[in-house]
């Protein structure tokens, strides 16, 4: 067969244009922008190359020069959004000017950010104030844990929470002049401060124009603030709550009027909750509600009666919402404790979701020995949710759960009665492609060796599972058995394992070929791995627990 040779330039335009959309717009640009070629510097010059750039990563400062000095004034006209480092973010904002750019997205936002840039007297104040009408910070301050027992620490902040929401949320609410869309995010399981509006004036953190915000709050009752008027403009609102238990002043009267501008509303519970009631009374205000999505786990229940079933969604919510036309949700419920395990089954939870006019929904059953503000005991953890399954973050699953793809969770945390043998294991690595985060709590031994056998040769081998995205490992409260189960090479693959917190807790690292030591670049024992000095790595992005065992790492 005769094979000819076809060069770049000899495919027509819509095929070039395919190609280069599948590359990032900052190396197209950057590569094909103004060469001495007419039809790929006018293809290169389409607003879909130009829209949105990312100014992320970046090490070579000639890169930001020829932008600068180059690119940007010639396609400023097209710029509708800026994705940058702060470090960049001066410079390319007064590059030229862009008519049309109105969303910002900061990576590795940091409260100086906001005392620096979100100023009367800075040389961005036009842009900020006139401009930007949606507003993205991936917030870096440290706030907490995800999956952490003391997910709220103020000890890790600088600052109270309260004092951190007058002086950032509160500041970029009254200095961003024409904000409508705000989002905060965290960068990976480190949590930011919280928004707290708690004894702070009602006028505290208010917009007449805000109508979509995502934020983390410090407990329900800043929810509650939120939409006690303040945002009279709120169609969107998206909020993770921190600390759901904490009580509220009487003296505090909210405003309980109902929400008939919310459209959307997202509530997730980082912590198990007994306020059931008091989510429900703050939903039922929500009438005219078009999308709900809930994440929540409630302890607190004594008896199976008690559990929330397909039947108390339905009776308790959905009835109030009439407009509603998109339900997302994962409700899990604590019963117990239990004089003896296995008295309730997914099956007869399942029965119940038919009262719930959704098609696709499912249900799990998993007993655990002790759960959030529980003792000792056997408790049952009975979970309703739709699908697919669309949260991050699960934790209490156990040996038995649907078999069901969990495309979205980056945390898991496991815990079970009966030993997580290696077969177990292999299922979970299959039912959860995107791990990053496991937990695993669990002091019962193994059971097997996790050894299989294969039909073809009839040897037995190790089947040895892979977990190419995890990056952070807590064993901490297992039994030695699964210390061995990961950090076996011949039975776990983990290859983005990097730190371990060992017997003293004091924490490890290994710094590339060299060996695993407790100790910092400055000789200090590494007591809290995100504020080590561990250069020439400057960003911290997570760590892994481990218990001691006889295994030797090298």
Known sequence: MNRSNVHLLDLPDEILFVILKKLDNIDVLYSLFDINNGRLNILVQENIFSNILKFVSIDNTSIIDRFCIDILPRIHHNVKCFIFDPVFMERILLATDYPNLTKLKIVDFQKEIAFNYFTNQSSLRSIFQEQITNLILINNDKGGRRGSS????????????????????DHILTFFKNLKKLTIIEPSVMLYPPLSLHYLPSTTFSSPILTHLYININGLHDCLCLLDGRLTKLTTLCVNVYNIDIEISPEIVHNMDKSFNLKCFSL????????????????????????LTLNISIYNRKRFIDVISGADVQHDILNYMPQLRSFTFYICT????????????????????????????????????????????????CSIFSLPFQFDYLQDLGNHFPNIIFSYVTYLLLRDIIPFEHEFLVRIARSF??????????????????????????????????????TILDIKFSHKDYVEQFLNET???????????????????????GAVTNKDNTGSLISNPSVSNVSPWKLFCGYYIAQPSKINIR
């Not at 997730?268 to 999308?291: A, G, H, T, W």
């Not at 006019?357 to 059953?365: A, G, K, L, N």
């Not at 985060?437 to 031994?445: A, G, P, T």
């Open 334 to 381: 604590y019963v117990g404790p239990v004089t003896s395990p296995y008295k309730l089954s997914s099956e007869a939870i399942q029965l119940t979701l038919a009262n719930i006019r959704q098609p696709h929904i499912s249900s799990m059953v998993n007993y655990v020995h002790s759960v959030v503000h529980f003792g000792e005991g056997f408790r049952a953890a």
């Open 433 to 470: 492609p995107s791990l990053k985060h496991l937990c695993i709590y669990n002091k019962k031994s193994q059971v097997s060796d996790g050894l299989m056998t294969l039909s073809s040769d009839n040897c037995q081998l190790h089947s040895i599972i892979a977990y190419p995205h995890l």
């Open 491 to 513: 039975k776990t693959f983990v290859p983005c394992l990097t730190e371990l917190e060992d017997a003293t807790g004091f924490w490890s690292h290994k710094p590339g070929t």
């Open 150 to 169: 003391d997910i709220y620490d103020e000890g890790r902040m600088e600052c109270s929470p309260k004092i951190y929401t007058k002086d950032v949320y």
């Open 268 to 291: 997730q519970l980082f912590c198990p909750s007994q306020d059931y009631d008091e989510i429900v009374s703050l939903l039922r205000r929500m009438s005219n509600l078009e999308k």
